[in-house]
Every structure is written in structure tokens, then in C-alpha cells.
């Protein structure tokens, strides 16, 4: 299992620009894979798209081809997260 941040500065992802939190999320890569997206209280919010709109999200089961957006303006697919992480 490896946890992912996400988040303005310090962070595994980072995404430069003040609307992203410092720690805005998280995502969890399972060695099952599974994959879970959690904000971590963030100001500007994450939503997840799983095909069927965008939605605010806490705490959920993601999948890779599902998009997600950080404060209403940064959208990247896990798929993309992932291979972020791994640079």
C-alpha cells in the first residue's frame, strides 16, 4: 500500500497554485488495486466524476479512468495521479 499526497507545496503531486491546500488530498494505492481518494479538509474542496457528473467527495473508491478536480480548477484522472507518483 502507498499513500499519495496531493497537495501546494511538500507534497508527493504537487500543484502550484494557491487554491490548492498545502495537504489537499491523498490517494491510496492498494496492492490490490484499489484505489481511494480522501480530502483532507481542504478549503477549495475535491470532486470525483465517475462518468455520471461531478460530485464533492471525502472519502471514496476511485477508479483509474474516473477524473478528478481540485479546487474547481485542476482536473487530472487517477490514472495520471498515479503516474505522477511514481516520477
Given at each position: ?24 488530498a ?16 481542504s478549503?477549495?474542496?475535491t ?28 482536473k ?12
Amino acid at each position: 500500500m502507498k499513500i499519495v499526497t496531493i497537495g501546494r507545496k511538500g507534497a508527493d503531486i504537487v500543484i502550484d497554485d494557491d487554491s490548492i491546500s498545502r495537504h489537499h488530498a491523498e490517494l491510496t494505492l492498494s496492492s490490490n488495486g484499489k484505489y481511494y481518494l480522501v480530502d483532507c479538509g481542504s478549503s477549495n474542496g475535491t470532486e470525483v466524476n465517475t462518468g455520471t457528473g461531478w460530485k464533492p467527495v471525502k472519502q471514496e473508491f476511485v477508479r483509474e479512468e474516473d477524473e478528478v478536480r481540485f479546487a474547481g480548477r485542476h482536473k487530472l484522472t487517477v490514472r495520471e495521479l498515479i503516474a505522477r507518483s511514481r516520477h
